[in-house]
């Protein structure tokens, strides 16, 4: 007698959860937008050109993939984020830093201001110095 009842709760779990599965995978596909299916390819010729948002991400990328060149220096004064990721050592939320710095202080004028930015220490100075300079004057 135990056996048949364990037998017949089994088979109401597994009733359960196969009207379980069924409810979800309905929630699923109603909630599914209906121009694409779940795992549809669209396939496009290579003659496409890019969208325009593709084309001026492209574009950054190729700008910040762009090493320095021998003798070349970034303006700490005057660049954009995109510039200062070229800096040794220099990520993209590490730019966001200094730029937000600058526009909330002002300009840096020299490595002993910069050094002010949160995270800038003597270490990150001494290796940026062959790469920056800085066209503004503190006042």
Do not use: N
Not at 97 to 116: K, P, T, Y
Request: proline share 8%; aromatic share 6%; with cysteine.
């Amino acid at each position: 007698m135990c056996y048949r009842r364990r037998a017949m709760d089994d088979r109401r779990a597994a009733l359960l959860l196969a009207i379980l599965a069924l409810a979800g995978a309905g929630v699923r596909f109603a909630l599914a937008p209906t121009a694409v299916a779940p795992g549809d390819v669209h396939l496009v010729s290579a003659d496409t050109p890019p969208a325009g948002g593709l084309r001026d991400a492209a574009r950054t990328a190729a700008r910040l993939a762009r090493p320095l060149l021998p003798g070349e220096r970034v303006d700490l004064d005057r660049a954009d984020v995109t510039e200062i990721t070229r800096l040794p050592r220099i990520g993209p939320a590490f730019a966001h830093r200094i730029v937000a710095w600058r526009e909330q202080h002002g300009l840096f004028g020299g490595l002993a201001r910069f050094d002010s930015v949160p995270g800038v220490g003597p270490k990150l100075v001494e290796a940026l110095r062959p790469y920056v300079l800085f066209s503004g004057v503190v006042q």
